[in-house]
């Protein structure tokens, strides 16, 4: 696996046990996270550990189907499972000049109106 695929595969790691710590650890300080679907921007390491920390409530689980690794980026398909309901997703990654996750492109199947809890947490575009 690459530097890029070991990277993600930490990430999503550090998503499923909630290790705020390792996650933050891994993104740029100006990293730009974006879910499409929701029309949703985060910019910025503490705004963006912020909104994956707070803005997913309750006792769900990501489950790593694939990673794909290059110089540069990567790009991850998963599964996410909430409350006996899953569905996939894929997010792709850009890496900064210092090796850490700089860009985060979240792709659900449907668009959705993301959750009143989130309001404060992201910009709409």
Do not use: K
């Not at 997913?56 to 599964?79: K, L």
């Not at 492109?105 to 993301?114: G, K």
């Amino acid at each position: 696996m690459t530097d890029t695929g070991d990277a993600v595969t930490s990430y999503w790691a550090a998503v499923e046990t909630r290790d705020w710590d390792t996650f933050g650890a891994l993104l740029a300080e100006d990293v730009v996270y974006e879910v499409p679907q929701t029309r949703e921007r985060v910019r910025g390491r503490a705004a963006f550990t912020t909104f994956t920390a707070d803005g997913f409530p309750g006792d769900w689980h990501i489950t790593v189907q694939r990673v794909i690794g290059g110089e540069q980026a990567a790009a991850t398909e998963i599964e996410f499972a909430d409350a006996g309901v899953s569905q996939p997703g894929l997010t792709f990654f850009e890496f900064g000049p210092y090796g850490l996750i700089s860009r985060i492109t979240d792709y659900w199947p449907e668009p959705y109106e993301p959750p009143a809890g989130r309001a404060g947490l992201a910009e709409r575009y």
